[in-house]
């Protein structure tokens, strides 16, 4: 689905993260530093003063997204960013996104997030969590995610599931199961499992899901054609089908998660991300596009300037044309470009008129 003004924003709490998924190059490989600066936690205050630009700005987004390159659960005052956005954009997105491996999601934790969070008849935006998850067994899980936490997960989860309907909390789930080797064998066990737990404990007063993922490979590179068709088959094979059931929305990723990769060649086209993807890195640095891990295409500091001077300044805007005449330099030249939303000829037409 095309997202809605800006696109979708992720911002970063924390690049540190708890477990070394084997999806994840990073933390898999234990990298010192992801970005290439000190791993760090994103300031509340910075985080407010944000904020108060982007309503200061009149600017609205699809959703944001609280994760980036490590689990946002690490961050002791992730509530307070949640509390503080459901807070000052109401009206201004339509909902706000949790990623994570909900380890540290504990109960206290997690009742400290339900109290920030909008109530289930108000007019905040509603908030998502999606627990990353990606196995059904706990044999499974310390296989792909370095170790087993499972049962810990699905603690949290319950209790997440039986406290946001005590408090009457407009917090709606998504159990996302990333499909790769070594875990393809279990999707029908885990959608069974899922399925029946939120059928039993959830209601229709919230919109649940069970996601299953395309892994994306180092931006279409060498092995993504192998891991779409892993997705394929290994869905097609256990008959799982976009769909719902009343109580369970059961969601499959249709498109290829990049323009060009090592299976599919052709003519390129500009990445719409470089429009709809602005990722806020830890240290208050706007970034153009998530692809681009060590800051290539970061655009200035947060601290210094507001977000519409830095996403629609001149070093943007050359990206975007750069992009828009067939040039993908630097980072987006390794990269196949995002294949999850459209570049529409409005989006063009407005980049064109503001570098003029």
């Excluded at 500009?270 to 706007?286: E, K, N, Q």
């Amino acid at each position: 689905m095309q997202p809605k003004g800006l696109g979708v924003l992720q911002v970063e709490p924390t690049d540190h993260c708890n477990l070394s998924c084997r999806m994840c190059a990073p933390h898999f490989e234990g990298w010192e530093t992801v970005h290439g600066i000190k791993k760090g936690y994103l300031d509340p205050a910075l985080w407010r003063s944000i904020l108060d630009g982007i309503v200061a700005d009149d600017l609205s987004l699809d959703h944001i997204i609280f994760q980036w390159l490590g689990d946002p659960s690490l961050h002791p005052a992730l509530h307070e960013l949640v509390g503080a956005a459901t807070e000052r954009l109401q009206g201004r997105v339509d909902y706000l996104r949790i990623d994570t491996n909900g380890i540290l999601l504990t109960p206290a934790r997690i009742d400290r997030l339900l109290e920030v969070a909008s109530p289930l008849d108000g007019d905040g935006p509603p908030l998502l969590v999606v627990f990353t998850v990606d196995a059904h067994t706990s044999a499974t899980y310390a296989r792909v995610k370095g170790r087993d936490a499972l049962p810990i997960v699905r603690r949290n989860l319950r209790h997440l599931i039986r406290q946001r309907g005590a408090m009457r909390r407009a917090v709606n789930l998504q159990l996302q199961f990333v499909v790769q080797a070594g875990n393809d064998h279990e999707i029908t066990d885990f959608l069974r499992y899922w399925s029946d737990l939120i059928r039993c404990q959830g209601g229709a007063s919230w919109h649940d899901e069970v996601m299953f993922k395309r892994l994306s490979v180092g931006g279409g590179a060498a092995g993504q054609a192998a891991a779409d068709d892993r997705y394929e088959q290994a869905l097609e094979g256990a008959g799982i089908t976009a769909g719902s059931d009343g109580a369970v929305n059961v969601l499959t990723w249709e498109r290829r998660p990049w323009q060009e990769d090592d299976g599919h060649r052709g003519a390129r086209t500009a990445c719409p991300g470089l429009w709809l993807t602005p990722v806020i890195r830890h240290d208050g640095a706007l970034m153009m596009c998530c692809a681009d891990l060590g800051g290539e295409l970061a655009l200035g500091s947060l601290m210094d300037h507001s977000f519409a001077q830095l996403w629609w300044g001149s070093r943007a805007m050359a990206h975007r044309r750069a992009h828009l005449a067939g040039r993908f330099e630097g980072v987006c030249a390794g990269c196949g470009g995002i294949n999850w939303y459209a570049l529409t000829d409005e989006m063009v037409a407005e980049a064109e008129a503001r570098a003029q």
